[in-house]
């Protein structure tokens, strides 16, 4: 299924390859428009069942899954004949829910260990698919490409059939949306059962024990995702291939997990995920420099996406948290330093607090600057550091949380006095102003000092 | 019917002889460089399996295979064809990078195992087929190779230095494999074990990572990276189960890989374009199948046939019992016959069902053979009784005074140990309990030889 098409004809000379990057235009959007909105509805739909397999991880379930239904697929085009005949649905649909029987049997009835059950079953059923192409794709027009990265230019040439001129010197393309109708319908059908089987699937999948006491069929809900899986990656085979349709189920939900710890949210940002990486890819593909498989770079797309969020993601992302920690210790940093000088008094020269706190020259200015744009305190004309009455409050507060946590481990869970010090020191710089009333309240000391 | 799918003229036996005869024939060519390949790549990736299948890392294979797809093309690109060396390089460069980063992401993130292999494998692979079309439309020599690299690999394209590699690979991966055999099998059964032994895990994982990912590496180009995996896990899992050993686990494994990957190369001999990792895969899953099933002692059937036969045993120990105390109730007469509707009535059951019992025991000779009405207890009939109602009378002892029961609560308990209590516990018993001669009921325990 190469590509010899007007659609590309344009794009070449229209954008040559030298210029780097073309951003998109009226008309490559009317060429592409298609081909975009089926990556969209192909990706959303496998994002939000993805959603469920990575949280009740299944994810590699999914990847069998979509192995196993090759040998349905080729089956059905034997018996019918076309890649549009809704028996390869049917089959492959059958095929995958026989994988995920398989999976469960082998490992069930042998001492053979799931993981493996996994990869005994999907392989073999895949290496069978591919015999049966070798052996059959010379009788029919089979293409063995479309199982390794999918096809999702195909729907140019499909819709390019119905290509006509509106009006002299101004041509026009008239789509026929029908290629586009079964992955519609299937995205729609997800998304309808979402929304009615909305708790059940969130019940079952958190908390097995309390749906069945519910009185939910936990069983039933788990076929019916299988079910609605094979049917998903089977009518995006076509568009995508075997595996970036696992990269497609995975990637989404696996991001989304990053964003957020709620299931409605996360299904959201699934969606924005399959979204925005089918527009990036499409737009990596054909319309950047680099003029290749649309399918594959949608998933580089996604992965790309996916390591962003793992940088950046707030609360969990890599970065974040790195800066997080970084902002805290030098917190706990100044907060040191302030004890420090307390302590020193009128001794508080910058060599004696280097000493007292075992820190490099240069660190220590540093924190000394740190802590004078807090406001905490301020040097004299003999370069001795005092704290001002900002920095002397800040001691009191350090101080009074110190206090409390030793007294609260020595009355509540009677630690002797030797072995709260340590665990005070580290504690004082976490105690929120709530948790220091709450812990005064508790032990029946004035709120404020 | 092969013979006629691949257009080839004979029959199934001629084209074996045809392959044999052309790999003994004294000259050394592609055919047998295929199958001094796939046999040196099977054992590679058996032996190796063996240790993934253990640590229940199976998908690890499926997962590096699937990620050493970008390196293929961009070694293609930078040698400008196809030179198996630098393709073999950028394919390791890859494999191991996927495996690194999979760490890091379990390390770092709160996703589970499943999801950072199936992200990374699926982004890794994902840029391969990016590359891949660049590759094709630079129609570069050889180019058009590249999708069989993926989809089955072709193993009649081997050639004489690769085969050469991939032994040397075996070579060293066995080798390894020796010399780390403890570290390895060790952390491989229970890994927190190991580390209390002093073994350094964590390095004992890179290093088989470092060797799955060379196996997979050499494999491509004869399996394919989809189904590299596969090689990796069916004949490891084949090997598991038929031994219980780690040292034959290995070398079974081995063996089944090797054979696998010569049916491959076999069906690569009738038609160059065959896809030999397909068939190897399918080969190596049939044998998988049947250990499924025939393995003696994890097999299917022989586990299902032990259960019958102990069923049957069991019902037919039930009827003995049964027997023995109508004998008691006699007083213990000399008399052996039995009528077939007291017992029935005995056992609360139909004489048909008794029938059925009877004939199972006449199997082993407890009651005579052809006198189906009355039943006639053997000599060994009765020894084997008075064992069964020891067993059960011991037991009801045994829980009403050690395990303080109350003696209306035992029946059940005994029903079911008298049939699997071993000779050594019961002698136990007999010691603890004082070598007793009565059960909680006052009934006699009967004496045994025991």
Redesign the interface.
């Known amino acids: 299924m190469t590509l010899p098409h007007p659609a590309f004809s344009i794009h070449h000379s229209a954008f040559p390859l030298g210029s780097l990057l073309t951003p998109w235009t009226p008309t490559s959007l009317e060429v592409y428009w298609p081909m975009i909105l089926q990556g969209i509805l192909v990706s959303v739909a496998l994002g939000l069942i993805g959603c469920f397999l990575v949280v009740r991880g299944l994810s590699l379930l999914g990847d069998a899954l979509s192995h196993s239904v090759l040998p349905g697929i080729v089956l059905g085009f034997l018996v019918s004949g076309s890649l549009s005949s809704p028996l390869i649905l049917v089959g492959a649909t059958i095929m995958g829910l026989l994988a995920g029987v398989l999976v469960h049997s082998v490992h069930h009835h042998s001492r053979v260990k799931e993981d493996a059950s996994l990869g005994i079953v999907f392989t073999t059923l895949f290496a069978l698919g591919v015999v049966m192409i070798n052996r059959y794709a010379g009788q029919a027009d089979l293409d063995p490409g479309c199982v390794l990265y999918g096809n999702i230019e195909h729907f140019i040439v499909n819709v390019n059939a119905r290509w006509v001129p509106a009006a002299p010197g101004h041509e026009r393309y008239t789509f026929d949306p029908r290629p586009l109708l079964p992955m519609a319908l299937i995205l729609l059908t997800i998304v309808v059962l979402l929304v009615v089987f909305y708790r059940q699937l969130l019940v079952t999948t958190f908390d097995r024990a309390m749906a069945i006491s519910l009185g939910i069929n936990a069983t039933l809900i788990h076929y019916g995702l299988l079910t609605m899986l094979s049917l998903t990656v089977v009518a995006s085979f076509e568009a995508v291939g075997a595996v970036l349709a696992v990269a497609l189920l995975i990637m989404p939900g696996a991001t989304a997990r990053l964003w957020t710890d709620r299931m409605g949210r996360m299904l959201f940002i699934a969606a924005g995920h399959a979204i925005l990486s089918t527009l990036f890819g499409y737009w990596l593909a054909h319309r950047s420099v680099v003029d290749t498989s649309a399918a594959g770079a949608i998933t580089v797309a996604g992965f790309a996406l996916f390591l962003l969020s793992w940088l950046f993601a707030p609360r969990t992302g890599l970065l974040t948290t790195a800066r997080q920690r970084r902002r805290l210790s030098a917190v706990i940093d100044s907060e040191n330093l302030v004890k420090a000088i307390e302590e020193l008094k009128d001794d508080a020269t910058f060599d004696n607090l280097a000493k007292s706190l075992n820190e490099s020259p240069k660190a220590l200015r540093r924190r000394l600057n740190d802590g004078i744009r807090r406001g905490w305190f301020k040097l004299d004309a003999q370069q001795r550091v005092h704290l001002t009455d900002a920095g002397r409050a800040e001691s009191a507060r350090l101080t009074r949380a110190h206090d409390l946590w030793e007294q609260y481990l020595q009355q509540d869970l009677g630690l002797p006095p030797d072995h709260v010090h340590d665990a005070a020191e580290w504690i004082e710089h976490h105690l929120s102003k709530d948790k220091l009333a709450h812990l005064a309240e508790h032990l029946q000391k004035p709120p404020s000092p | 019917m092969i013979a006629a799918?691949f257009g080839l003229d004979g029959s199934a036996w001629t084209l074996v002889t045809r392959f044999l005869g052309g790999l003994f024939d004294g000259r050394f060519d592609s055919l047998d460089c295929a199958v001094y390949a796939a046999i040196f790549l099977g054992v590679t990736c058996g032996a190796l399996g063996s240790f993934i299948?253990l640590r229940?890392?199976?998908?690890l294979?499926?997962a590096i295979g699937?990620s050493v797809l970008p390196g293929v093309c961009l070694g293609f690109l930078a040698a400008g064809g196809r030179s198996i060396p630098v393709l073999l390089l950028g394919a390791l460069v890859s494999g191991l990078l996927s495996a690194l980063l999979i760490a890091v992401?379990q390390r770092?993130?709160?996703?589970?195992t499943?999801?950072c292999?199936?992200?990374v494998f699926?982004?890794f692979?994902?840029?391969?087929?990016?590359?891949?079309?660049?590759v094709q439309?630079q129609s570069l020599p050889g180019s058009s190779g590249l999708?069989k690299l993926?989809?089955?690999g072709q193993i009649a394209a081997i050639s004489l230095l690769d085969t050469l590699l991939i032994g040397a690979v075996m070579l060293a991966a066995l080798t390894m494999i020796v010399i780390f055999w403890r570290p390895l099998s060790v952390s491989s059964f229970d890994e927190e074990f190991a580390q209390g032994l002093g073994i350094p895990v964590q390095w004992i994982h890179y290093l088989l990572m470092v060797l799955l990912t060379v196996a997979i590496v050499i494999s491509i180009q004869a399996v394919g990276v989809?189904?590299v995996?596969?090689m990796?896990?069916?004949p490891?899992?084949t090997g598991?189960?038929l031994t219980d050993r780690l040292k034959r686990m290995v070398i079974l494994s081995a063996f089944f890989g090797a054979l696998g990957g010569v049916t491959g190369a076999f069906f690569s001999y009738l038609d160059k374009?065959?896809?030999s990792?397909?068939?190897m895969?399918?080969a190596a899953?049939l044998l998988?199948g049947l250990a499924?099933f025939l393995a003696p002692r994890?097999?299917?059937l022989p586990r299902l046939k032990r259960r019958y036969d102990q069923r049957q045993r069991t019902a037919a120990e039930n009827l003995l019992r049964t027997l023995y105390i109508m004998r008691e109730h006699r007083g213990g007469t000399a008399d052996m016959r039995f009528g077939v509707d007291d017992v029935a009535a005995m056992r609360h059951e139909t004489p048909a069902m008794i029938h059925r019992l009877r004939r199972i025991a006449a199997r082993r000779a407890w009651v005579e053979r052809d006198s189906p009405d009355p039943i006639i207890l053997t000599e060994g009939g009765l020894e084997e009784a008075r064992r069964i109602v020891r067993n059960h009378r011991l037991w009801e002892l045994f829980l009403t005074q050690e395990a303080n029961l109350a003696s209306d609560h035992v029946h059940a308990d005994a029903e079911y140990i008298e049939h699997v209590l071993p000779k050594d516990v019961l002698r136990k018993l007999e010691q603890m309990l004082d070598r007793p001669t009565a059960d909680p009921h006052g009934r006699p325990i009967p004496g045994g030889a025991a």
């Open positions: 799918r299948v229940r890392q199976s998908l294979g499926d699937h992401l770092t993130t709160k996703l589970k499943g999801e292999m199936g992200l699926t982004g692979y994902g840029l391969g087929i990016v590359l891949l079309k660049i439309r999708d993926i989809l089955g989809v189904l995996s596969a990796l896990v069916i490891a899992a598991y189960l374009d065959a896809p990792g397909a068939f895969v399918l899953a998988f499924f994890h097999g299917l």
